[in-house]
């Protein structure tokens, strides 16, 4: 009887409830929470307005589409974006927003709408920018595309534990579209789409920090470990490296100053 009792309660329902404030978090909230600094959010909303393609990657409940949401308030109001999501979180403000949203399956197995078929579609409703709320599988080729053909400035964002692991696994979903195309290919698609990875990560004492803005590598947080309250301690730093990115970003007037890339802040 105390076995079929504790069955029913493992096997009971569930419910996931994912909820987020009522006020969007804003990207002053960010520098005073530590999660970056303000010359990493001059270098952010840069490559936004410079019309940048960026991926965001990080962990589950890293503060990916909370990041997507502060970087989507620079994009100027005139631009027409279209969104593409699995469930609707994201809150532009802009005046000329096309959002779509995924659909499962019915109890027939029938009538779903994939992320893949929105991707394909949102092409036909002229974009000036695509934001996908995570790429998961096939529609990475098509986000790819796009990105590569005209609707520069996308962002999206991806699982993934480092900079590195997020690449690698464009990759793998690329895979997915069953394009037969080599590795070589494909690899040079991703480089040539994805102008920067924002790696963002919650942190074993719960705070949220973008620890990598890469093309390389430019910014990163140098982690010192926690102190004897479990609080994590670390630096961020430049690289001293100029990204490439900076001359095309200032053919659009966005002029990244020297000093980005020098400075740095114990948090």
């Known amino acids: 009887m105390e076995a079929k009792h504790a ?18 978090v804003t990207a002053r909230q960010l520098i005073e929470n ?31 589409t909370t990041s997507l949401n502060v970087l989507s308030g620079y994009i100027p109001n005139s631009e027409r974006i279209v969104t593409i999501e699995d469930a609707a979180e994201l809150e532009l403000k802009q005046g000329h927003v096309v959002r779509l949203e995924t659909r499962p399956p019915n109890i027939e197995g029938k009538g779903a709408v994939l992320q893949r078929q929105l991707v394909m579609n949102s092409l036909r409703m002229r974009p000036d920018r695509i934001l996908l709320g995570e790429v ?17 400035g996308s962002l ?5 534990n480092s900079q590195r692991d ?10 997915m579209a069953n394009l037969s195309l080599p590795e070589r290919a494909m690899r040079q698609q991703i480089a040539s789409a ?24 430019h910014f990163f947080f140098d982690r010192r470990g926690p ?11 430049a690289t001293g490296i100029r990204p490439k990115f900076a001359d095309r970003l200032a053919e659009v007037g966005c002029q990244l100053r020297t000093s980005l890339f020098e400075s740095k802040m114990e948090v």
């Open 156 to 160: 999206t964002t991806v699982h993934a």
């Open 227 to 237: 102190d004897e309250r479990g609080n994590v301690h670390g630096m961020f730093r």
């Open 166 to 175: 997020a690449l690698a696994r464009l990759e793998s979903m690329f895979a």
């Open 34 to 64: 530590r999660s970056m600094t303000e010359p990493m959010l001059e270098l952010l909303s840069a490559t936004v307005k410079g019309r940048l393609n960026v991926l965001i990657s990080g962990g589950t409940g890293a503060g990916k």
């Open 136 to 152: 998961r599988g096939a529609e990475t080729f098509d986000m790819l595309q796009a990105m590569n053909t005209g609707h520069e």
């Open 194 to 217: 994805i102008h920067a990875v924002v790696q963002v990560s919650r942190l074993s004492d719960g705070t949220r920090k973008v620890m990598a803005i890469s093309e390389i590598g």
């Open 7 to 24: 069955a029913e309660i493992v096997d009971g329902p569930c419910l996931s409830i994912r909820r987020f404030g009522r006020d969007r």
